[in-house]
C-alpha cells in the first residue's frame, strides 16, 4: 500500500462548480502538505503548500489538512476551463525531505 | 530564470540501447529529483541529489539505472541496456535549501520498442 493515497478520477464537472480533490495517508510523520496541477504534456507546478493542520486560502483555492484523520482536501471554487488538469497532492515529514506523491485526480470542467 | 531544462524531449529507442536524459537545475538550487511517471504507478522518485551527492537512491528500480551530478549546473540519468518497461515521462525537479517547492521540467517522453 502506498503512503499516499487519491482517486485516479476523471472528475467532470460543470464550469462554475465547486471541485473537492481529496488524499488521505497512513505516516502520521507528515506534516509539510503541497498541491500540485499538472497540465498535459507539462511537469507538476506548485498550487499550494501547508504546514500542519488547518486551511489556507489562495484566492479560488482553499487547501485543508486534517491531521488527525490524516485526509487533506484541495476546493476551488467557481471552477474554469482552464482548471482542467492533474492534481497531484504530495507531503514529507521535513524540509530537505524527498515529497511523496499521490497518483494524481483528473479534473475536466467543461463549458 | 529559464527553469529547470531537460533534454531531449522526446526518446525513442530499441530495447537494449543506452540512454542517456540530461537535467539542468535552476542556478542556485541545491537539491535534484529524478522522478519517473506512468499510468500505473503515479510519479515516483527514483534518485536525489544535496549539492550533487546522491542522498537516497532506494527508488532506482534496478542496476541498469544511474544517475549522476558532476557539478551543480548538470545531472544525467542513464539506462543500459533499456528495456520496453521503461517508457515513461521523466521529470527532473530542483529546489532550494530550506524549502519545499519543487520546480519540475518539462519531463523527457521516453519509449523504448
Known amino acids: 500500500q502506498k503512503e499516499v493515497e487519491q482517486d485516479p478520477g476523471p472528475l467532470s464537472v460543470p464550469e462554475g462548480a465547486i471541485v473537492s480533490l481529496n488524499c488521505t495517508y497512513s505516516n502520521s510523520a507528515f506534516q509539510y502538505f503541497m498541491w500540485y496541477r499538472q497540465y498535459s504534456r507539462k511537469g507538476p507546478e506548485l498550487l499550494m503548500y501547508t504546514y500542519s493542520s488547518g486551511n489556507k486560502e489562495d484566492g479560488r483555492f482553499t487547501a485543508q489538512v486534517d491531521k488527525s484523520s490524516k485526509y487533506i482536501s484541495l476546493f476551488i471554487r467557481d471552477s474554469q476551463p482552464s482548471d482542467s488538469a492533474t492534481y497531484l497532492c504530495?507531503?514529507?515529514?521535513?524540509?530537505?525531505?524527498?515529497?511523496?506523491f499521490g497518483k494524481g485526480t483528473s479534473l475536466l470542467v467543461t463549458p | 530564470d529559464a527553469g529547470v531544462i531537460q533534454s531531449p524531449r522526446h526518446e525513442v529507442t530499441e530495447m537494449g540501447q543506452e540512454v542517456t536524459l540530461r537535467c539542468k537545475p535552476i542556478?542556485?538550487?541545491?537539491?535534484l529529483f529524478w522522478y519517473r511517471q506512468t499510468m500505473m504507478r503515479g510519479l515516483e522518485l527514483l534518485i536525489y541529489?544535496?549539492?550533487?551527492?546522491?542522498?537516497?537512491d532506494s527508488g532506482m528500480p534496478e542496476d541498469r539505472f544511474s544517475a549522476k551530478m558532476p557539478n551543480a549546473s548538470f545531472s544525467t540519468l542513464k539506462i543500459q541496456p533499456s528495456e520496453p518497461r521503461d517508457s515513461a515521462v521523466y521529470f527532473c525537479?530542483?529546489?532550494?535549501?530550506?524549502?519545499?517547492?519543487?520546480?519540475f521540467g518539462p519531463g523527457t517522453r521516453l519509449t523504448v520498442l
Open positions: 541529489f544535496n549539492n550533487n551527492v546522491p542522498i537516497d
Open positions: 504530495a507531503m514529507n515529514k521535513n524540509s530537505g525531505y524527498a515529497l511523496n
Open positions: 542556478s542556485g538550487h541545491d537539491y
Open positions: 525537479a530542483s529546489s532550494g535549501q530550506g524549502t519545499d517547492t519543487q520546480y
